[in-house]
């Protein structure tokens, strides 16, 4: 790998020597917030399907089909972009860690520099950071430099599968919420029940992923407040012109 100095090399790119606890929570927080919005896809999408098809006809059937249809379409897709998208993450992955396990049987000795020149840029003498390097590199060579370099965990790598599953379910979790509302309340209440919980469940998925990223909730919730109701609205008014002309 290029060789760090003192030059080019920051706190701000490299990892503190305590890193993987923080990095671990990043990564699970990550998830979370991925599952977060996942839901909110599911609420926004499905409403704006069920609620265009309530405007244009009061058929239970007919919302139905379209229902279960939008959520099955929609937790496929979701699964799919996520497994494609890991998979290609996991893949770099695995060629940076084979490139730095090659690197270490050819120049060991390029590798201990370099991993003392990692700690020497975090501010540790050199002393004492090739004293850490050495131990390092004497416990596990390999997991040193892949957490040290790349800030990645050898035996914890993203698993495609696991990804796609939880992208398909918090989408189908929150598909559920608008396709319930909608069908269990009667004909001439259906469309204002799904209207208010779907503004309510998006009010809380937006003040859940808001307060996970660290940003602003309220605006957080303005934005997919307003974001689901102009879906819905949309819809809406594309099902009465529907159900209107008979298309």
Known sequence: MAESTGTDASDSDLPHPHEPHDTSLASRLNWLRAGVLGANDGIVSTAGLVVGVAAASTETSAILTAGVAGL??????????????????????????????????????????????????????????????????????????????????PGDLTNPWHAALSSAV?????????????????????????????????????????????SNPRRAVLRVVVGGALAMAVTYGIGQLAGVSGI
Do not use: N
């Open 72 to 153: 099955t379409a929609g937790a496929i897709s979701m699964a799919v972009g996520e497994y494609v998208s890991v998979s290609t993450q996991r893949d770099s992955e695995q060629a940076l860690l084979a490139k730095e396990r090659r690197e270490l049987a050819e120049e060991p000795e390029f590798e201990l520099a370099e991993l003392t020149q990692i700690y020497r840029d975090k501010g540790l003498s050199e002393e004492t950071a090739r004293t850490v390097a050495l131990e390092l590199t004497a416990h596990d060579a390999f997991a040193a430099h892949a957490e040290a370099e790349l800030r990645l965990d």
């Open 170 to 214: 918090s989408f189908t979790l929150g598909a559920l919420l608008p396709l319930l509302a909608i069908l269990l309340p009667p004909v001439s209440w259906r469309i204002p029940v799904t209207f208010v919980a779907v503004l309510v469940a998006l009010a809380v998925t937006g003040s859940v992923s808001s307060r996970l990223g660290g």
